[in-house]
C-alpha cells in the first residue's frame, strides 16, 4: 500500500494550495481518508476527513470553512483544498486511510492503517 501526497509549498498568507493523495495498493473506495498535520514543535493533529462513501465530511474547528476535503474514486485520489491560508497553517501535511466505518471518530490516528509520508505546507505573513 503506498499513499503519496504532493501539492505542498511555499504560499503567502491569504493564498491557496491543493495537496493531493494518491493511493495504490488498497480497494480506496472502501477506505475513510484523513489529513493530518503536524507543525513544528508541536503534535501532530487532525485536519479534515471524508466517508468512504463521499458522503460525509469533517472538518477540524481551526479549518472549518476554509479547507474542503474531496475524494475522486476514479482516480484512488483524496484533495485537500487549503483558502485563507494563515502562518499558523504551517506544518507537513500527512494523507492517511482508515478501513471503512460508520464511526465519525475521525480525529484518532490509532484508527487509520495506512499513512503517507507528508507534505511540506510552509505559508509566510
Known amino acids: 500500500v503506498q499513499l503519496q501526497a504532493s501539492g505542498g509549498g511555499s504560499v503567502q498568507a491569504g493564498g491557496s494550495l491543493r495537496l493531493s493523495c494518491a493511493a495504490s495498493g488498497l480497494t480506496f473506495s472502501s477506505y475513510d481518508m484523513g489529513w493530518f498535520r503536524q507543525a513544528p514543535g508541536k503534535e501532530r493533529e487532525f485536519v479534515a476527513a471524508?466517508?468512504?462513501?463521499?458522503?460525509?465530511?469533517y472538518d477540524a474547528d481551526s479549518v472549518k470553512g476554509r479547507f474542503t476535503i474531496s475524494r475522486d474514486n476514479a482516480k484512488s485520489t483524496v484533495y485537500l483544498q487549503m483558502n485563507s491560508l494563515k502562518p499558523e497553517d504551517t506544518a507537513v501535511y500527512y494523507c492517511?486511510?482508515?478501513?471503512?466505518?460508520?464511526?465519525?471518530?475521525?480525529?484518532?490516528?490509532?484508527?487509520?492503517?495506512?499513512w503517507g509520508q507528508g507534505t511540506l505546507v510552509t505559508v509566510s505573513s
Open positions: 471524508i466517508s468512504w462513501t463521499g458522503g460525509g465530511t
Open positions: 492517511a486511510a482508515r478501513w471503512r466505518s460508520y464511526s465519525t471518530s475521525y480525529k484518532y490516528e490509532d484508527d487509520y492503517n495506512y
